[in-house]
């Protein structure tokens, strides 16, 4: 796998920096400046940091970030992260002073600590909880592709997730086969909106402790409120699920798909166990359908992924007691 990281960068490759070389740390650091000024969208700042170039890594090199930390100035998100190493690396430079994605990619986080942060009116809570945080062995997150110009598709797409110095628990594998994508120029990216289509997609996801600690912090304040016990409301809003769960189509999800989806449901909020899931198409999901669904409501959703010829399989296996 060729390690490397970031959301951060699709935004930037349309602001490419002005006279980036692939061969210098100053133009480094130019590069995930332009890339982290994208974040302050989001209400985050990076504190100040250092970008090496590394010519002896893969890629022809690799831009390398330590230290860096990140922090919110929205009261409402008053999470922090500090990320002790950031890697991304492509054999086309050239294409991303262009503002233009390159045509194999990787990148790469590690050791990815979130922490209640500044936004706190509590400075000691804030300065507790990095503490905290310092003394774990945080996470890692990797994103790699491959771009064929004669087939126009991703190859070797793959996000990763999981514990520094983990292997088999609280971990997220990612693949897809995505066809109809043109990385020509931005003209031809911008058309593949409409003709980029979806063939296989495959998540594995082993949970033990990951939804709490990944997923509750998060959801948990958009769904719950603070009017009633918050494990009443868990309780009503799992029963939601199980209804919808067991009701999926069986043309869509086979005859085990919507009991496996509802038998992790009830699990919640403490979920141990491993979860399979796999799309597949032979015609490919595309975006164009979904465009009437959404502004029109002239399709039902099931429709669309029964039209495209799509299955869902998904598998959930607890762990044992």
């Known amino acids: 796998m060729k390690h490397l990281w970031s959301a951060a960068l699709f935004a930037a490759w349309g602001i490419a920096p002005t006279a980036y070389a692939e061969d210098t740390d100053a133009d ?14 989001f209400g985050y700042s990076a504190e100040p940091f250092e970008a090496r170039f590394d010519p002896d890594q893969g890629y022809n090199g690799f831009c390398v970030i330590k230290d860096l930390t990140l922090v919110s100035g929205r009261g409402w998100d008053m999470t922090d992260f500090y990320i002790e190493r950031i890697h991304w690396g492509s054999d086309e430079w050239e294409r991303l002073q262009n503002g233009l994605p390159p045509r194999s990619l ?3 986080l590690f050791g990815v600590r979130p ?6 009116e509590t400075p000691i809570v804030s300065y507790t909880s990095r503490v905290q945080a310092m003394a774990r062995s945080g996470s ?13 598709r991703f190859q070797n797409f793959e996000i990763s997730y999981g514990i520094v110095g983990e292997t088999d628990r ?3 594998n990612i693949s897809a086969d995505i066809r109809g994508v043109d990385l020509t120029d931005w003209r031809a990216i911008q058309l593949s909106l409409g003709s980029a289509r979806l063939h296989a997609l495959e998540i594995d996801l082993v949970m033990d402790g990951l ?21 009443a409301q868990v309780e009503a809003l799992k029963r939601t699920g199980v209804e919808f769960a067991t009701a999926l189509p069986t043309t869509i999800f086979g005859a085990q798909g919507g009991a496996e989806l509802a038998e992790l449901i009830e699990s919640i909020p403490h979920p141990r166990g491993d979860l399979a899931l796999q799309f597949t198409s ?21 429709s669309i992924l029964e039209s495209s010829g799509s299955e869902v399989m998904i598998d959930w296996e607890p762990f044992d007691e």
């Open 28 to 41: 480094c650091t130019a590069f995930a400046e332009a890339a982290l000024v994208l974040l302050e969208d």
């Open 115 to 120: 922490y209640l942060g500044s936004a706190l």
């Open 170 to 172: 609280d971990v997220l």
């Open 106 to 108: 990787g990148i790469g």
């Open 211 to 231: 939804f709490e600690t990944l997923v509750l912090p998060y959801v948990g304040p958009v769904l719950l409120e603070n009017s009633s016990p918050p494990e």
């Open 282 to 302: 032979k015609a490919g999901l595309g975006t164009a359908p979904f465009v009437s669904f959404v502004f029109l409501g002239e399709m039902q959703f099931w």
């Open 140 to 152: 890692y997150l990797y994103l790699d592709y491959d771009w064929s110009a004669e087939e126009k």
